[in-house]
Antibody, heavy 119, light 111 residues
């Protein structure tokens, strides 16, 4: 069974950099994309981007591009999402999710990491 | 403003059939696959439908998806109380370098 285990909750100050991890188990890390999705309190889902662990290629959402870096470490089966220049509006739950390479749906999701940006 | 438009809310009584719509422009749902996700309160989203109408294993056949032209629909038959959740449609948008676009979500209430 596939499991995605995300790192714990974070509290950050405005302007800081956040880095969240997502450890995958139960399937071959390569051959699947890892996606990151943001959900602000009471709001909808916003796709941040994906990484293809096979070759490290990334695609980022247009609204977040420039501040986000997504990466994957095939030696540990772990994906990372780094968000810089944090703003209060980055307060959200961040989900990692996996899906088949070459398609864009997410069939297994992590439980989410709660991030609070506060002075 | 999402490229996919969903009604903000829907409702039904147990046993009823409910349809949730997802409307996009031709450059999105007219070409690319539509996916549907269910998010129960306080939980991570769950994939319900992929490639317009395919159900992952474990998803009851009460849930079905379809697409016609620039619109997609999620139909829930035999509505149950545990179906009360937020439902999101999504698709791949080829604009720029491409990205996953989510609809704004539909809150389904089981009366």
């Amino acid at each position: 069974e596939v499991h995605l285990v995300q790192s714990g909750a974070e509290v950050k100050k405005p302007g800081a950099t956040l880095k969240i991890s997502c450890k995958v188990s139960g399937y071959t890390f390569t051959g699947h994309y890892i996606h990151w999705v943001q959900q602000a309190p009471g709001k909808g889902l916003v796709w941040m981007g994906l990484v293809d662990p096979e070759d490290g290629d990334t695609i980022y959402g247009e609204n977040i591009q420039g501040r986000v870096t997504i990466s994957a470490d095939t030696s540990t089966g772990t994906a990372y999402m780094e968000l810089s220049g944090l703003r209060h509006e980055d307060t959200a739950v961040y989900y990692c999710a996996t899906g088949p390479g070459g398609d864009y749906y997410m069939d297994v999701w992590g439980k989410g990491t709660t991030v609070t940006v506060a002075s | 403003q999402s490229v996919l438009t969903q009604p903000p809310s829907a409702s039904g009584t147990p046993g009823q059939r409910v349809t949730i719509s997802c409307s996009g422009s031709r450059s999105h749902t007219g070409i690319n696959f539509v996916y549907w996700y269910q998010q129960l309160p306080g939980m991570a989203p769950k994939l319900l439908i992929y490639r317009d109408s395919q159900r992952p294993s474990g998803v009851p056949d009460r849930f079905s998806g379809s697409k016609s032209g620039t619109s997609a629909s999620l139909v829930i038959s035999g509505l149950r109380s545990e179906d009360e959740a937020e439902y999101f449609c999504a698709t791949w948008d080829d604009n720029m370098s491409g990205y996953v676009a989510f609809g704004g979500g539909t809150k389904l209430t089981v009366l």
